[in-house]
């Protein structure tokens, strides 16, 4: 499940580097997050607010292809790896295919993705709380606040069982390097 390759130069191997990598990428959404608070247009028809929302998008494509680099992205379905032939009971003894997980892989990443849930179901659940607690909401002021809790939703959904699992997996040995 997860492979090795160096990005920018730098090894993915050890447990340190991941967690640097997952930092940066989290960190870089600090300053997206201050563009919105800060654009501040007249009226929300203008072009600003699209480029800063397309911004937003290009941020979690790239950060989605990054951590997808490292750990397989399962985020949305995948083709199967067999192309469409039938899946026989295995009862017969035919050679694990690469691409298949083994239980351990399926486990750590099932926790992943379990923590993951866990901690955008609170976040929508806190941002519901809050929302609900404000009585009367301007139009410049609710799509101020949309945008806020929208694009740390989208980024926590498209990368964060992949950074779960960067962040708690140990060390990879040099006899296991790809």
Request: no cysteine; glycine share 6%.
């Amino acid at each position: 499940m997860l492979r090795t390759p160096e990005i920018l130069g730098f090894s993915m191997a050890s447990r340190k580097n991941r967690r640097v990598m997952v930092a940066v990428n989290y960190g870089l959404l600090l300053p997206l997050m201050a563009g919105i608070i800060l654009f501040r247009p007249p009226t929300y028809h203008v072009p600003g607010l699209k480029i800063i929302m397309w911004v937003a998008v290009a941020f979690f494509t790239v950060g989605f292809a990054i951590l997808g680099k490292i750990v397989d992205p399962t985020t949305f379905p995948l083709p199967s790896p067999r192309g469409g032939e039938t899946i026989s009971l295995g009862l017969a003894h035919a050679p694990q295919s690469q691409v298949e997980p083994d239980e351990r892989d399926i486990s750590v990443r099932n926790t992943a993705y379990f923590q993951a849930y866990r901690a955008l179901a609170t976040y929508i659940y806190v941002g519901a709380l809050l929302s609900a607690g404000i009585d009367a909401w301007s139009f410049p002021l609710a799509m101020k606040t949309l945008q806020l809790f929208s694009v740390p939703l989208l980024a926590m959904a498209l990368t964060l069982p992949q950074a779960i699992i960067l962040w708690s997996e140990p060390d990879i040995p040099e006899e296991l390097k790809l």
